[in-house]
């Protein structure tokens, strides 16, 4: 039957997967009602990460708001950039965001953006800001990956491993459907299914992990060491990205070539938090090796100079 979904190595079929519900008369897509629980969730937290270390949870809801808005419309032009041979012929396309169509790394740009004028504005600390923001994202994203599974994208090619998801072939986009798939397509009863990386579920269970290991490090962080945490976001989001985008058939293209968009920017951000995480490193150690031989210089002289 058309809706259902399988997940047939662990014995789950879902009969009915909806895409929208109706209320009063009113359409509403289950993708934005999962962002939207991803946001507030992720409003929430801020909130109560601001108020645990000793911020104003006032600033951090306003910029939450604020971040959220740019986020929401730099991860469309990100995506519309990106797939501009079909929008160019669909301009009105470009506005319906029922369907999906977010990038996430857009939406990171535009909220970091956001989050720099916001913090300048209120005269707060951009970085302890974005260590503030790194576990919400974290948790965000880790949300908002499933609203893929009820629009039934951002999927992988075939496998047969014991996460393989089934998925009807007609609930699919024909352009995502790689001739592997098609050679391993499977009829049960009536309907023609392709089974598939379920990458969506890769990626929120490896934001799951991002998320415990930045809420670890929020509240063991020096301030002498702010942007830490924001590092260790990039570091870790970036190379599990990077993995998950390999496996994709919906991936965005770098115009001009078959080079994987954000597979390439997940590359390039890892490598350079990785860099940064171990010149601060190096700088924290170098100057407390300073200090302890300025402190039994100055114990041996008798604390004269």
Not at 29 to 39: E, F, T
Not at 117 to 126: D, E, G
Request: aromatic share 12%; with cysteine; proline share 2%.
């Amino acid at each position: 039957m058309v809706g259902t979904i399988r997940f047939p190595h662990l014995g789950i079929t879902l009969p009915y997967v909806i895409r929208s519900v109706n209320i009063f008369g009113f359409e509403i897509a289950c993708y934005g009602m999962v962002l939207a629980a991803a946001m507030v969730a992720g409003i929430l937290l801020v909130m109560k990460i601001a108020e645990q270390t000793g911020q104003s949870r006032d600033d951090y809801f306003d910029l939450g708001m604020t971040a959220i808005l740019a986020a929401v419309i730099c991860a469309r032009i990100y995506y519309v950039a990106f797939s501009w041979d079909y929008y160019s012929s669909h301009i009105k396309e470009i506005f319906n965001l029922r369907g999906g169509g977010l990038a996430i790394y857009g939406g990171i740009a535009g909220g970091a953006a956001a989050a720099a004028v916001f913090s300048r504005i209120r005269k707060m600390s951009f970085l302890q800001a974005a260590d503030t923001i790194v576990p919400a994202l974290a948790l965000g994203q880790m949300i908002g990956r499933w609203g893929n599974f009820f629009n039934r994208e951002a999927f992988g090619g075939y496998t047969d491993n014991l996460f393989a998801m089934q998925l009807p072939a007609g609930d699919v986009r024909a352009s995502e459907i790689t001739r592997e798939m098609s050679e391993h397509m499977q009829k049960i009863g009536d309907v023609l299914y392709v089974q598939v990386h379920p990458t969506f579920l890769y990626e929120s269970l490896w934001n799951l992990g991002v998320f415990l290991i930045l809420m670890f490090l929020t509240f063991r962080i020096r301030s002498a060491s702010r942007g830490t945490a924001a590092l260790w976001y990039l570091l870790l989001y970036g190379t599990g990205r990077f993995w998950i985008e390999g496996l994709r058939t919906d991936q965005l293209l770098l115009t001009g070539t078959s080079i994987p968009v954000s597979q390439l920017l997940s590359a390039v951000l890892a490598a350079a938090a990785a860099v940064c995480l171990v010149i601060k490193r190096i700088t924290r150690n170098t100057a407390a090796v300073k200090g302890t031989k300025e402190y039994e210089s100055k114990r041996d002289t008798g604390g004269k100079d």
